[in-house]
C-alpha cells in the first residue's frame, strides 16, 4: 500500500481554494501557461496554488477570477474568504508546542483536524486523544514517550485538552464517531481511579449529538480492526477524506481514493458489528463497576 510521505497540507481551506481555481480554469478553457502569460506571473508559482503547496493573494485571486470570467459577487466573495482563513490558519493555536508536535507530525494531523467536520476513529488499545481525561492523557503520554521530559509532557497534555475544545465544543463542533476495542476499556492506565473517572467520561461524552461511541466485544474474536488504528477525516466539498496513520517516529496519511475507500469500508465494517450506543453505554458501564471490586 502505497503511503503519502510528503508534509501533511497546513490548511483544509488551502486545498478547497486549489480544488475550485482549477475547475474553474477549466471551465475557461485555458492553460497554466496561458493563464501565466496573460498576468504576467510564473507558471509555477500557478501550479503550487492549484496543487495546494502554497498559498495565494486577493489581489491575485481578484485577477484570476476577472480573466475565468466569474463576475456573480458570492462566488468571488467565496474564494476570497477561502485565501483569508487559509492565511488564519497559518498562525494557529497549537504553534506554541511546535518543539514536541513536530517529530511526529503530530501538528500536521492538527492542521488537518481543525478543518475537518467528521471524525471517523478506531482505536483498539487506547481511548482516542478527543476523548481522554486530562489524567489518561498524562499517563498515556509519559508512558509512550519516554525521550520527553515532564515539562514536555505536559505540553502535550494541554495540547489534547484544547483539541478537546476546540473540536467538540462551541457552535460548530465536528461529528465524532468512535470504535473503540474491549481492550481498550479492560487496560487500566494509571491507575482504578483514572480509569473511573475516564470510563465516566466516555459515557457522558457518548450522550452528545455529535458525538457515537461504539464497542467491539471481545466475544467478536477476529474482526478487520487487528490491523491497528486509524483515524478517517471528512471535510467539507470538494476537499477529499483523507485517512491518518500513527507511529512512534512519524506519521503518514493516505489520500488516494483507493486507500481512502479501503480504510471507510473496514470502518463500516465494524460500525455493523460492534455494539450500538446504547448497549455501548450499559458495557461501559459494567465494566467500570468491575474496577471497584
Avoid at 466569474?70 to 518543539?99: C, F, H, I, M, N
Avoid at 476495542?181 to 482504578?192: H, I, K, N, P
Avoid at 491497528?228 to 496513520?245: C, E, R, S
Amino acid at each position: 500500500m502505497a503511503l503519502k510521505r510528503s508534509l501533511v497540507p497546513q490548511s483544509v481551506y488551502r486545498r478547497q481554494l486549489a480544488a475550485r481555481l482549477k475547475g474553474l480554469r477549466n471551465a475557461a478553457g485555458l492553460t497554466l501557461t496561458e493563464v501565466a502569460d496573460q498576468l504576467e506571473v510564473n507558471q509555477g508559482s500557478l501550479s503550487r496554488i492549484e496543487n495546494g503547496e502554497r498559498g495565494t493573494t486577493p489581489v491575485l485571486i481578484r485577477a484570476l477570477l476577472d480573466l475565468y470570467g466569474v463576475e456573480d459577487e458570492e462566488r468571488r466573495g467565496d474564494l476570497l474568504d477561502l485565501v483569508r482563513a487559509d492565511k488564519e490558519q497559518q498562525k494557529p493555536w497549537w504553534r506554541k508546542y511546535s518543539t514536541v508536535l513536530t517529530p511526529t507530525r503530530y501538528d500536521g494531523y492538527l492542521a488537518l483536524e481543525a478543518g475537518a467536520t467528521h471524525l471517523a476513529s478506531y482505536q483498539p488499545m487506547l481511548v482516542p486523544g478527543l476523548l481522554q481525561t486530562e489524567e489518561y492523557a498524562r499517563s498515556v503520554i509519559s508512558q509512550m514517550r519516554k525521550d520527553l521530559t515532564p515539562p514536555q509532557v505536559e505540553s502535550l497534555v494541554r495540547v489534547r485538552m484544547e483539541r478537546q475544545n476546540n473540536r467538540l465544543s462551541g457552535d460548530a463542533p465536528a461529528r465524532l464517531s468512535a470504535i473503540l476495542d474491549e481492550a481498550v476499556l479492560r487496560r487500566t492506565v494509571g491507575s482504578a481511579e483514572v480509569m473511573r473517572d475516564q470510563l465516566r467520561k466516555l459515557v457522558k461524552a457518548s450522550e452528545q449529538p455529535h458525538v457515537t461511541v461504539q464497542l467491539l466485544p471481545f466475544s467478536l474474536g477476529a474482526h478487520p480492526g487487528l490491523y491497528g488504528p486509524f483515524v478517517i477525516l471528512t471535510f467539507p466539498d470538494p476537499t477529499p477524506d483523507l485517512v491518518w496513520l500513527e507511529s512512534p517516529k512519524t506519521s503518514v496519511y493516505l489520500e488516494s481514493p483507493e486507500n481512502v475507500d479501503t480504510y471507510a469500508d473496514i470502518f463500516d465494517e465494524l460500525r455493523g458489528i460492534a455494539l450500538d450506543p446504547s448497549e455501548t453505554r450499559t458495557r461501559i458501564a459494567q465494566i467500570s463497576k468491575e474496577l471497584d471490586q
